[in-house]
Structures are given as structure tokens and as C-alpha cells.
């Protein structure tokens, strides 16, 4: 996703970009959940209130940060910052439920965030604050924290299935998305976009909608219900290592520091995924 948005931001804004792939990504969801749980699951119930906190949140907050984000930054920054989610979402559960995390974890987030302060300020962080790539990364940061508070939401759905979930809170962040561009628009912020922009970007289009929200989320829902949290975050730990890889395929190059510093972010991630397995094989 970072490596081909990227690419395509040139091409069409972020706003309309995630306005284009939600049409086509919540129109194919709504149809899967109507044709495999029956038009009743459309419903919210009591519900209502809940999915659209969590949807502006995870679906509206998480898109925007990142797209944005990614204006001003490079694909694998953002690969490696995201990687945090895992220690963010430790911290997260401490603060909101008390639940400290044991020494080894703290080690390894710290690990990890020293790891993400190599990468994004290649080892100068004066010279970090010139430019525009920092403050992308803060977006991107921010990105991550939303997509936290969506994961821990799935708590408070018991009895939705993923697919279920997927589609009630993508629904009222879609819309979320669409007040966001028409805004923008309205101040002059981007331009109205025409058929041929889209068009231009028709097979990423494509690839952003099924590939990363209809099969991205649901996946994601699907895994953290059937695997759990913890194997769910290892298999994200991959994402930096496949990123890196991609931008060097496309002939990026990278300061020696930037790769040390991915390498401690999911090193200290995977240290801590082996560590918390060993603690419940105890238990």
C-alpha cells in the first residue's frame, strides 16, 4: 500500500483517493455481508453510537493521518512508524485498563521507539526538524494511535462477526471520508476531481479498494478474532522488511542507519511476540 500510494499521490489528493476506493470498497462489503449474514446484520441496533466513534476513528482518522502523511514522507517511514502499533497498543491497554506491561515489554517498546527515532531522523535530529518529511511522520504516527483505539474497540462488538464489524464501521467512516474531501473542497484546500484524474489511477484504484480495505480490514478483523491479538501483530511485523525491500527493488537507496534502526523496531517487536508466547505456554 505505501509503496504504490505513494506513486499515486501525484496523481490524485489523498481526499479524493480515499473518497474513490470507499465507494467502490464499501458498495462490494455491504453486498458480501447482505449475501453471507442476511440484510438483519445491516443493522445497527444500539449499537449505532459505538460503530460510528470507533468508524470515524479507525476508518476516517486512520485514512486521512496516513495519506496525508505519506504526502510528506517516505513508504518505508511510514512502514516502520506503524510497526509501533504493537507497543502502542500495550501502552494502550495499560492506561486504559490498568494492565502494566511486564519489564521486558517496556524494554522492547523503548527498543522499538528508539529504533523508529534512528529511522525517521537517519541519526540527526536537527536535522530532522528542516523540511517536511517529520512532520508527514507525525501524521503517520497519529495514523497508528487511531488504528490502536480500532483494534481495542473490537471488544465492545461481542456477537458481530469480522465481517460484520468491518462493513458497520466502515459505513460511518466512509461518510466521515466524504465530508472531509467536501470540505477541503469547499475551502480551496484541493481541486475537484475530474474523470481523467481518477482514471489515471484506475488499476491502483482498483488494488486500494479490494486489496487493501475489502481484503485488508476484513482480513485484519478475521485474524485478530481467529488468532488473536498477538499473532496478529506478528505477522505486521513484516510489513517494514517487505516495504524496504520493495524501495530497494524500485532502486531507493538507504543510510546505514535508517536499516539499523528498522531492524531494532522489528527485532524488539519480535523479541517481545516470543517473550509474551513463552509467558502464556508458562501459564
Not at 438483519?40 to 453510537?49: D, I, Q, S, Y
Not at 486504559?96 to 506491561?101: A, D, M, N, Q, S
Not at 478475521?222 to 527493488?249: Q, S
Request: charge should be positive.
Amino acid at each position: 500500500m505505501f509503496s504504490i500510494g505513494k506513486r499515486t499521490l501525484p496523481h490524485l489528493d489523498p481526499l479524493a483517493l480515499n473518497t474513490a476506493r470507499y465507494v467502490i470498497s464499501v458498495a462490494v462489503l455491504v453486498a458480501l455481508l447482505w449475501a453471507v449474514e442476511g440484510r438483519a446484520a445491516l443493522r445497527f441496533g444500539e449499537r449505532l453510537g459505538a460503530a460510528t466513534v470507533f468508524g470515524l476513528i479507525g476508518i476516517t482518522g486512520f485514512n486521512l493521518f496516513i495519506w496525508i502523511g505519506l504526502i510528506y514522507t517516505r513508504p518505508e517511514h511510514a512502514s516502520v512508524i506503524l510497526a509501533l502499533q504493537t507497543p502502542l497498543t500495550a501502552l494502550a491497554v495499560w492506561l486504559t485498563r490498568g494492565e502494566r506491561p511486564a519489564s521486558f515489554t517496556l524494554g522492547c517498546v523503548l527498543t522499538a521507539f528508539a529504533g523508529v527515532v534512528l529511522v525517521v531522523t537517519r541519526g540527526d535530529p536537527a536535522g530532522a526538524l528542516h523540511g517536511g518529511e517529520l512532520g508527514g511522520d507525525a501524521l503517520i504516527f497519529l495514523g497508528g494511535v487511531s488504528w490502536v483505539i480500532y483494534t481495542l474497540a473490537a471488544g465492545r462488538f461481542a456477537g458481530w462477526s469480522p465481517l460484520r464489524l468491518t462493513v458497520l464501521t466502515c459505513i460511518p467512516g466512509f461518510v466521515g471520508l466524504i465530508v472531509a474531501h467536501a470540505v477541503a473542497i469547499s475551502v480551496g484546500a484541493v481541486p475537484v476531481p475530474t474523470f481523467g484524474a481518477v482514471g489515471n489511477v484506475a488499476w491502483e484504484l482498483v488494488y486500494f479498494s479490494l486489496g487493501t480495505v475489502v481484503l485488508g480490514v476484513l482480513g485484519f478483523n478475521n485474524a485478530a478474532r481467529r488468532l488473536g491479538p498477538l499473532n496478529t501483530m506478528l505477522m505486521l511485523n513484516t510489513v517494514p522488511v517487505l516495504v524496504f525491500a520493495i524501495e530497494a527493488w524500485l532502486g531507493r537507496s538507504f543510510a546505514p542507519v535508517e536499516l539499523v534502526g528498522a531492524g531494532l523496531v522489528v527485532g524488539a517487536l519480535i523479541a517481545n511476540n516470543l517473550y509474551l508466547r513463552g509467558v502464556s505456554t508458562r501459564r
